[in-house]
């Protein structure tokens, strides 16, 4: 397996990457309402890697914990696909650092300037950035991974 060296916060891991595992695309599509019938036919195959990771060497995996999330289909456990190259903007789902802790919210830039980490769950509060505090954007949540 070939072996790349990947830096997260400074620090530089050694990941073994195996080769592409290719799976099965079904050329029908599933139905979420009344069940249609299914071709027994295979389209094609996807590489995950190609289908959900643009930049590599930027991004990384973060397991989800607890609930404020939950109203965008975040569950607690789901693993989170990051992007730390893509350019955040107001309204994007994020992995923010305050101080020591990370948190995925939704991230609000309102039109004075001032920032927000939103929850999407109205049992909890909206975070209120302010200057004085250890703030970091770490990037984009591109994709959730919810077991079931």
Not at 57 to 83: C, E, H, K, N, Y
Request: some cysteine; glycine content about 6%; charged content about 25%.
């Amino acid at each position: 397996m070939p072996k790349i060296e990947q830096f997260i916060s400074g620090r530089a891991f050694l990941i073994e990457k195996p080769d592409s595992v290719l799976i099965p695309l079904a050329l029908a599509r599933a139905s979420c309402g009344f069940p249609s019938p299914a071709d027994d036919y295979i389209e094609t195959v996807i590489d995950l890697n190609q289908e959900l990771i643009r930049h590599p060497f930027a991004t990384f995996f973060v397991r989800a914990s607890g609930d404020s999330m939950i109203d965008v289909g975040i569950l607690p456990d789901a693993t989170l696909i990051v992007d730390r190259m893509i350019e955040t903007k107001s309204g994007d789902v994020v992995i923010a650092r305050i101080g020591d802790e990370l948190c995925v919210k939704q991230l609000l830039i309102d039109d004075e300037g001032r920032i927000f980490l939103m929850p999407k769950n109205e049992i909890y509060k909206p975070i209120s950035i302010d200057e004085n505090m250890d703030f970091e954007i770490w990037g984009k949540v591109i994709c959730s991974i919810n077991k079931h």
